[in-house]
């Protein structure tokens, strides 16, 4: 492994860095590799304890693994930094269900897949590295290359994932619902699922966008979501964390206007120095939606729809960007313009939603259900980013050794926009190959650091 981290870090300095790194070809791949795993024997280690008190710390742990055979479309990556997302804190905390089950259901499939099925999982859905092998039938990718990964994982055999990809019935999240998943010095991917890693970003900034800002694209801009244009009030939650920090730029690059929703001056002032105006503080503010477990409060949800015309000049949303589910999900829909979209990606604070319909039906709004992106929404929203006009979210970073600390701050939403985790890279600041870009950006790249 050492080898392989030193002929990536000779790029860094290298006049040529495409042939530095093209020399990953000639080297060894080690037997093994660490990664962050859960283990199948600890799933039930959490059993009887409220979601919120399980301890990702507890979980995760970084442990030696044989390095798998590549099969044919897929590539192995020597992956220097990823990031943590929610479905790294799911996995931790065995909730809703233990990922060993995805796996045992993918293992099924055939000899290829049964590989998968183990007593150990490697997870995590994002990594930027480099390219060290291709299984056959690969002809787009070569060792060497520079990459981000998206975290698509389909098998393309059913006519019904011809059209949109998410919807093939084999559809997974790498590293989530499948194996050797990218918080991991080595990871194997469907070569399908690698893009250009952007030139202008380090390991850590060029890792962090992926799965969110994927999705985000997906459930905000593309027509299978949202297809949000301009003019458009945009209620965004969570505007400062993984999903909302990205929704909020394509919110502002598309000529939406977002009215932002955080819990702290720190995320408000996150959002404003993205460019948004509107902002919510609903801890501030004391929006409570439920007077108790069963209950629901319509009152407040008058209050917070008041709060929102406030700051829009009487306008009220066109789209409602959600994710954190019961909690907000009556308010979301009671908030909504008329005609307007609640679009829902994930139900963070719990999954059985209640809503009065009758501000639905009557005002002729709609809830579209999104999740993750097809490979070319995948594509596009790398693009934004490749092109400078999308920029990374990352406020910290931690060794592999500290994922479960990582997850845990997530778990905790003690944190902002992305955590970083690096996986090879040494130190953080490393594999910007276009400083001219980077010099352009800076100031947006970095505004999410030390937060
Ligand atoms: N379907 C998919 O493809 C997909 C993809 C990505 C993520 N997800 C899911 O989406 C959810 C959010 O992911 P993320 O990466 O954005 O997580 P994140 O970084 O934790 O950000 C979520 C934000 O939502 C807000 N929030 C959390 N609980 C809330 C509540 N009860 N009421 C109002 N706001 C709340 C918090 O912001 P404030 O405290 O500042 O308000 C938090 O920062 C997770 O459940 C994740 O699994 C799904």
């Avoid at 293992?107 to 995590?124: A, C, F, K, M, Q």
């Avoid at 990964?149 to 990809?165: I, K, Q």
């Avoid at 949000?228 to 598309?254: C, E, F, H, P, R």
């Avoid at 092109?387 to 500290?402: A, C, D, I, M, N």
Wanted: include cysteine; proline fraction near 5%.
């Amino acid at each position: 492994m050492q080898d392989i981290l030193e002929a990536i870090m000779a790029a860094e300095e290298s006049s040529d860095p495409d042939r530095e790194l093209a020399g990953v070809a000639a080297l060894p791949v080690p037997d093994s590799y660490r990664g962050v795993v859960v283990r199948a024997e600890e799933a039930r280690m959490f059993d009887g304890m409220a979601a919120r008190d399980k301890d990702p710390r507890k979980a995760l742990h970084v442990q030696e693994v044989p390095t798998p055979e590549l099969g044919p479309g897929e590539a192995l990556v020597a992956v220097m930094a990823s990031a943590i997302n929610y479905n790294t804190v799911w996995t931790s905390i065995f909730e809703p269900v233990s990922t060993f089950k995805f796996l045992q259901r993918y293992g099924r499939i055939s000899e290829l897949t049964r590989r998968h099925d183990l007593p150990y999982h490697v997870v995590g859905s994002d990594a930027a590295g480099v390219v060290l092998r291709t299984g056959p039938g690969v002809t787009r990718w070569a060792p060497g290359d520079e990459v981000v990964a998206h975290c698509l994982s389909v098998e393309l055999e059913d006519a019904a994932g011809h059209d949109d990809t998410m919807l093939d019935p084999q559809q997974r999240i790498w590293g989530f619902e499948t194996n050797f998943g990218g918080l991991a010095e080595l990871a194997v991917v469907k070569a399908n699922q690698l893009m250009p890693k952007p030139r202008h970003l380090t390991w850590e900034e060029a890792a962090s966008p992926g799965l969110v800002n994927s999705t985000a694209y997906r459930q905000l801009v593309s027509h299978h979501g949202a297809n949000m244009k301009q003019g458009d009030v945009v209620l965004i939650w969570g505007a400062s964390g993984g999903l909302g920090g990205y929704a909020t730029q394509m919110a502002l690059n598309g000529g939406a206007i977002p009215v932002c929703v955080v819990s702290s001056p720190e995320k408000a002032e996150l959002c404003r120095r993205m460019g948004a105006e509107l902002v919510i503080d609903r801890a501030a503010e004391g929006f409570r939606f439920w007077k108790d477990e069963e209950t629901q409060d319509p009152d407040e949800w008058r209050r917070f729809g008041e709060r929102i015309r406030e700051l829009t000049g009487g306008e009220d949303p066109d789209i409602v960007f959600e994710h954190p589910g019961r909690e907000t999900f009556g308010a979301s829909v009671y908030v909504a313009r008329r005609g307007g979209t609640i679009v829902t990606c994930a139900s963070t604070s719990g999954y059985q939603h209640q809503f009065d319909n009758r501000y639905l039906w009557m005002h002729l709004k709609r809830i579209i259900g999104s999740h993750f992106a097809n490979y070319h929404e995948a594509w596009q929203a790398n693009r934004l980013v490749a092109l400078g006009k999308v920029h990374p979210t990352v406020s910290r970073t931690y060794p592999l050794e500290q994922t479960g600390q990582a997850a845990y701050e997530v778990h905790r939403n003690a944190h902002q926009g992305k955590v970083g985790v690096r996986c090879l890279a040494p130190t953080d600041g490393l594999g910007v190959r276009d400083g001219e870009l980077r010099a352009r950006h800076e100031d947006a790249i970095n505004r999410f650091r030390g937060h």
